[in-house]
């Protein structure tokens, strides 16, 4: 469980108390501009708040090795990253960053059709398109299993078919393995439909300024 105790940062976050399962989907929606990716880059320990407490199962951030609670809680960022030259390079480097051995070609072809992503192995990643690109980075998450995968509009490059079809790939695998989601979705209707949880950011100002 995440727990934002009193977390004032900028204009953007000011919040008495805010909690966010670890271990269930929970979506964040809300207007453009209203946070949701300050707030992802907060749990993931990329910023620090002014002031107020996060907590991370039950120990402030301030007690957690940034790394290490990097490996447990990842996340991705709204414009894909690639990492490698290879599709299989770049499905590999989820492995080299939790600190895991290799996978084998299976595992990384696996992971790769949880996501839609139907690409030879050794293709140039540079050549894949922005949405291809989105899907290699949740396969590439997907090896990297963490506990809990903090998602950036992981979908958005995606057509509306394709969108719900990936995230609900994407979330049953995460269901299976036990892992917690917190997933910024513009579809109010993807969020009604998928999480077990909805936070809103108009929680993010509830605190007095
Ligand atoms: N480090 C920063 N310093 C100052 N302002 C910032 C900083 N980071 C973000 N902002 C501003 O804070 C507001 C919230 O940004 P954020 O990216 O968190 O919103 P969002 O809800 O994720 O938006 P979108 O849905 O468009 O991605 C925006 O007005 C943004 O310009």
């Not at 979506?27 to 991370?56: D, F, M």
């Not at 059709?113 to 192995?121: F, Y």
Request: with cysteine; charged share 25%.
């Amino acid at each position: 469980m995440f727990q934002l105790n009193d977390v004032k940062y900028k204009n953007i976050i000011n919040t008495k108390q805010l909690t966010i399962p670890a271990d269930a989907i929970t979506a964040v929606t809300g207007p453009s501009g209203s946070g949701k990716s300050t707030l992802l880059r907060l749990l993931n320990y990329l910023v620090t708040p002014e002031s107020g407490t996060i907590s991370y199962q039950g120990k402030p951030f301030s007690e957690w090795e940034p790394v290490e609670l990097r490996r447990q809680v990842m996340m991705l960022p709204q414009q894909p990253v690639l990492f490698g030259e290879t599709v299989a390079e770049n499905l590999q480097a989820g492995r080299l960053f939790s600190g895991r051995e290799e996978a084998s070609e299976e595992k990384l072809t696996a992971a790769a059709q949880q996501c839609m992503l139907d690409k030879k192995l050794s293709e140039p990643a540079e050549n894949l398109s922005g949405g291809e690109q989105q899907r290699l980075s949740l396969a590439r998450l997907l090896l990297a299993a963490p506990d809990v995968y903090l998602l950036d509009e992981p979908t958005s490059a995606l057509d509306e078919d394709m969108e719900w079809n990936v995230m609900e790939r994407f979330l049953a695998e995460a269901r299976r393995s036990a892992k917690g989601v917190i997933f910024i979705s513009h579809a109010t209707a993807m969020a009604d439909h998928f999480a077990d949880r909805i936070v809103h950011s108009n929680s993010f100002t509830g605190g007095e300024v």
